[in-house]
């Protein structure tokens, strides 16, 4: 099915999961801001898109791995978002009771293997759980998230040709930002990205990731390959990203010029908008009517976590082992 | 009581657990071997033919030649543990964990912590260690410290047949990554060894020999050259009690403690490099917690702080003997008498 073939409520839930996206980072960068979030934190902004358009061709027991810019994987694997602000605000009521942060955001139940902090730190491990699949004869999949950033990273390499030796049901998802940390990929990424996909006899795509839709159908090809054993697929989703690399990031390697055409040409909730219009599939009231109940989710959230209680300290020594000795 | 090498003890106890729970799964380099080749399959059944025989037993789905990509195969045995496997990974020599080392102390050693005790990741990863086999600085390490080092981490050290069957079956039970390290050395040493399954629980050192004048602590393959030195005293008077911990961490402090506190004499046997190794962290917690009972400072028997040579006369004096170890008793006895 492709994307614009989806139901009313279906493409109502695609928006409202891209709209929570973007409410929930701006909305952490403005309590980055206020000095209350300890830490550190890699916004998603501007890559909406992405996240759900692939995540909406999974179901909960598919797998995905994540990045240190992971809250847009975690909300669009379906990750609470009380637990998830609660967790970036360090306290008992977190996702991972305050012990992980933002870069570690997990919820496994979800199929949601953890945010990561170390760049290409997913790969493998979603390669592990495609191989659970495999060897319990499951039709699950599993997604690795990563940046373009990851793709010059050895686990990367060595995870993409043990996938295709294998024929592990796995998405590579590179999202192509155009910056790793400060530094432009066109810099330091040599070739096309695609290329390395093809050169192991690996499906490919890429596609535009401010088009929730082209993401989508991308994926559903992906995935649906996955899903019949045919093996593993690269989708190279080139998006903005609308932030710096870490909040509070002064964002000086990039022009004024450029970042304000960027949100204003770019931006995958208005094009999503414009193009459910455009096929009359969603009313704008429809539209406007997730964006208020969405601002409410988020304000309820920051209120909640910030109301909620610190981690008690004999809680730092538990949770290393499941038993020890 | 049957007599079986340490290899087959190892082999027995990986027949026995795939057998028993389908989600034992082990993957590695050459662990079958053949693989799209013309010739034998199982050719080898492991660089050191510990994993002969699961293929024909298993297949290959269960049973998996890896390419040589470290990273990529500890990972995913790492994310398959916490997506529902039991992944037995194979890293043909202890010194290859430079290539891999983020996929286990950063990914598998922590997930269960920054997922705020969700994570249960039984992922078991073998690998051999230990000098003596003219392999050089890159393949000969005890790196065994360093795993010791990282919360999340359980660390065994077997140096019997027995001990290997044991606590390789409780390292695949276990719900914890556990790095299981065995001494090439001793592959082919033999020792009773039951039939049946059975589980030695970690954190649990064995007393091999029980005296009253000094006691030495020793881990794997150095456990036998301790047990020689024990000879050797003997002759001369000097009864000594050897205690084996088995596994690193966790470390069964207890006993270490009690024999520390009952001789007051003690002698740490360490096959790796001195600084911050098993000898100078066992040095520590006697230090600061039996300090009243020594009657002697604790001698350190390790290898020097250099990497590991070639020369066979230069690795001969790399390694801890029996001899070294009697002579650090005979110091320790000799101590303000």
Request: aromatic residues 6%; glycine residues 10%; charged residues 20%.
């Amino acid at each position: 099915m492709t994307g614009m073939q989806l139901s009313r409520e279906k493409l109502l839930e695609a928006y409202r999961m891209m709209r929570t996206i973007r409410v929930f980072e701006d909305r952490v960068s403005a309590e980055m801001a206020s000095g209350d979030i300890p830490g550190n934190t890699h916004l998603y902004a501007g890559q909406e898109a992405s996240a759900v358009g692939v995540c909406m061709n999974l179901v909960q027991s598919d797998n995905i791995a994540s990045t240190h810019r992971g809250h847009g994987h975690c909300i669009a694997k379906g990750c609470d978002v009380h637990g998830m602000m609660a967790e970036i605000f360090g306290k008992d009521t977190g996702i991972c009771r305050g012990k992980g942060g933002s870069m570690h955001i997990a919820d496994l139940s979800k199929g949601m293997l953890g945010a990561n902090g170390i760049v290409g730190g997913g790969p493998p491990l979603a390669c592990g759980a495609a191989m659970t699949a495999q060897v319990l004869g499951r039709d699950d999949v599993a997604v690795v998230f990563s940046g373009d950033g990851a793709i010059n990273q050895g686990t990367t390499a060595e995870s993409m040709n043990l996938a295709q030796v294998w024929k592990l049901p796995v998405i590579f998802a590179v999202e192509d930002n155009g910056f790793g940390e400060a530094t432009a990929s066109s810099f330091v990424v040599a070739g096309e990205i695609v290329k390395r996909a093809d050169a192991l006899g690996m499906a490919f795509a890429k596609v535009d990731g401010v088009d929730f839709f082209a993401v989508h159908d991308a994926a559903a090809e992906a995935v649906a390959r996955a899903r019949r054993g045919e093996g593993p697929t690269l989708l190279h989703i080139e998006t903005p990203r609308y932030y710096g690399h870490f909040s509070g990031d002064p964002d000086n390697y990039r022009t004024a010029e450029e970042k304000a055409a960027m949100r204003r040409d770019r931006d995958c909730l208005t094009t999503f908008r414009r193009r459910v219009g455009e096929a009359k599939l969603l009313a704008e009231s429809d539209l406007d009517a997730v964006d208020a109940e969405v601002q409410a989710v988020i304000d309820s959230a920051v209120k909640a976590a910030r109301a909620a209680p610190q981690p008690p300290l004999d809680s730092l020594t538990t949770d290393v082992y499941v038993r020890y000795p | 009581m049957p007599q079986k090498s340490f290899r087959q003890a190892l082999n027995e106890a990986l027949h026995h657990e795939m057998g028993r729970d389908p989600t034992v799964i082990v993957l590695g380099e050459d662990i079958a071997g053949g693989a799209g080749a013309s010739g034998q399959q199982d050719a080898w059944g492991g660089a050191f033919g510990v994993t002969k025989g699961l293929l024909g037993a298993f297949g290959p789905l269960r049973v998996r030649d890896t390419p040589i990509s470290e990273s990529a195969f500890v990972g995913a045995a790492a994310g398959a543990a916490v997506t529902g496997l039991r992944p037995v990974a194979e890293i043909m020599f202890v010194d290859f964990l430079g290539v891999c080392f983020d996929q286990i102390f950063n990914q598998a050693a922590k997930f269960r912590y920054m997922f705020g005790g969700k994570a249960v990741t039984p992922f078991v990863l073998r690998a051999t260690y230990g000098a003596g086999t003219r392999s050089a600085s890159q393949h000969s390490q005890a790196l065994y410290p360093i795993f010791t080092h990282v919360p999340g981490l359980k660390v065994v050290i077997p140096s019997s047949p027995y001990d290997a069957k044991g606590l390789l079956i409780q390292a695949i039970r276990d719900n914890d990554p556990v790095i299981f390290l065995e001494n090439k050395l001793l592959y082919d040493t033999v020792g009773e060894v039951p039939d049946g399954a059975y589980a030695i629980p970690f954190g649990e050192a064995n007393v091999l020999r029980e005296g009253g004048d000094a006691t030495i602590i020793a881990f794997g393959r150095m456990v036998h050259f301790a047990q020689e030195a024990t000879a050797i005293l003997a002759a001369e008077g000097i009864d000594c009690t050897v205690v084996d911990p088995r596994t690193t961490s966790p470390l069964d402090e207890d006993t270490i403690l009690e024999t520390a506190e009952e001789t007051g004499r003690v002698v740490i046997v360490d096959e790796a490099n001195p600084r911050c190794g098993m000898a100078a962290d066992i040095s520590s917690i006697i230090a600061e917690n039996a300090f009243g009972a020594l009657k002697a400072p604790i001698m350190k028997v390790t290898a020097p702080h250099t990497p590991v040579p070639y020369a066979p006369n230069l690795e001969a004096a790399y390694l801890p003997d029996a001899k070294r170890i009697a002579e650090a008793v005979r110091k320790t006895m000799a101590y303000r008498k």
